[in-house]
């Protein structure tokens, strides 16, 4: 029930842009929480990523687990994406998020469901080194996919 109850957090994770978080955060500070989050994400897919490209010893476990972290913290990102963050300086959200949030949202969500089967499919006891480079790959595609869009260098 848990797996589940990630999985749909993670599919969900940029469903909405957390307009009703406004008032909850300052724009400096939701920034700044923006990228905490997204250096969960980055530490735990620089792992899984290791272990699909033969640098780490692959773990199935690991893998699943490192899945499920960043499905824990996925759904904050929504409280993130107030329109008040924009323009902030440090963020690195460009312009074009905010002109096309919902291909921006889109992208979020693909990313969400590909993270949710590879949580799924690392919970299997059959899950390998030949069934998790797909998966893995998916989810590293899904951060590529917002990154040449919409993450300034």
């Given at each position: 029930m848990?797996?589940?109850?990630?999985?749909?957090?993670?599919?969900t994770f940029l469903g909405s842009t957390g307009v009703q978080s406004a008032d909850l955060f300052k724009a400096e500070d939701?920034?700044?929480?923006?990228q905490a989050i997204?250096?969960?994400?980055?530490?735990?897919?620089?792992?899984?990523?290791g272990m699909v490209k033969g640098k780490i010893p692959f773990d199935a476990a690991e893998i699943n687990k490192r899945a499920t972290n960043i499905g824990k913290v996925a759904p904050m990102l929504g409280d993130t994406y107030i329109p008040s963050t924009r323009g902030v300086k440090g963020s690195r959200l460009k312009e074009a998020a905010w002109e096309n949030m919902s291909d921006f949202q889109a992208k979020g969500e693909a990313f969400g469901k590909a993270l949710g089967e590879l949580i799924q499919a690392s919970a299997q006891p059959d899950f390998d080194l030949k069934k998790a480079r797909p998966a893995v790959g998916a989810v590293l595609q899904g951060c590529k996919g917002c990154h040449d869009d919409y993450?300034?260098?």
């Open positions: 848990f797996k589940k109850a990630i999985t749909l957090a993670a599919l939701a920034v700044e929480y923006r997204y250096q969960v994400f980055s530490a735990q897919t620089s792992v899984m990523g993450k300034a260098k």
